[in-house]
């Protein structure tokens, strides 16, 4: 059974901390993407990779950064949280195709 | 730049009843995705579409794509009220030559009342 897997289902940080939010797929897959989900804006893009060390940037990609070291594993990084980034957090891969795309269960952030 | 909108973006029915959820894209894109969302979770895949005139079906659900028109349907036949969620569409988008990165539309929250 295919899976992504999110370590931190439910985290509460405080302003100004750094914030760590990790990404395992274990299906080998090249693709591996971060989205945050807002009530009334859908999901949106923060930023993807497409192969170890490599990140590109998505449609917000502000006050976040990510780390790809391994194949399997994907680090979405709050370098200062801020308020306006309490959201859930989605993480999603996907094989060379693109054809199926895979979710984690999702991190919900609150930032105090 | 792609967007996505899907409406309406709340519908309400009764049980038994039809609809079509609209799923409109704004360039080419060769891929076309369907989501269910349940409240709190996840999530889950219903539908890849890759062609012009792709028809797929699971149980009371039946998505098409037309490519030429940039549009997405996503047909409930005789709803029930287990399908009461939120249903998003998603189109590839092209972000550095990867395949896999999604645009979504902001999705269709569903509620099928008795």
């Known amino acids: 059974d295919v899976k992504v897997t999110q370590s931190s289902r439910y985290l509460v940080k405080r302003t100004g901390e750094k914030v760590f939010l990790e990404c395992v797929q274990d299906?080998?897959?090249?693709?591996m993407f971060w989205y945050r989900q807002d009530p009334g804006l859908g999901l949106r893009l923060i930023y993807f990779?497409?192969?170890?060390?490599?990140?590109e940037k998505g449609d917000i990609p502000e006050g976040y950064s990510v780390s790809r070291e391994k194949k399997e594993r994907f680090s979405l990084i709050l370098e200062s949280a801020s308020t306006n980034q309490t959201s859930m957090y989605l993480c999603?891969?996907?094989?060379?195709?693109?054809?199926?795309?895979?979710f984690g269960e999702g991190s919900w952030l609150t930032v105090v | 730049e792609l967007k996505v909108e899907q409406n309406p973006l709340f519908l309400s029915m009764q049980e038994g009843k039809n609809y079509t959820i609209y799923c409109n894209y704004s360039?080419?894109?060769?891929?076309l995705y369907w989501y269910r969302q349940d409240p709190g979770k996840s999530l889950e895949s219903l539908f890849v579409?890759?062609?012009?005139?792709a028809v797929k079906q699971e149980g009371r659900l039946m998505a098409s794509l037309d490519t030429k028109a940039r549009l997405s349907t996503l047909h409930i036949t005789a709803a029930v009220h287990d399908l009461s969620a939120t249903y998003f569409c998603?189109?590839?988008?092209?972000?550095?030559?990867?395949?896999?990165?999604?645009?979504f539309g902001k999705g269709t929250k569903l509620s099928v009342k008795p």
């Open positions: 299906m080998d897959h090249e693709n």
């Open positions: 990779s497409y192969d170890v060390k490599m990140k």
């Open positions: 579409l890759l062609s012009n005139g």
């Open positions: 998603a189109v590839g988008g092209n972000y550095g030559g990867s395949q896999g990165n999604l645009i």
């Open positions: 360039t080419t894109s060769d891929r």
């Open positions: 999603a891969s996907s094989g060379p195709s693109g054809n199926t795309i895979y």
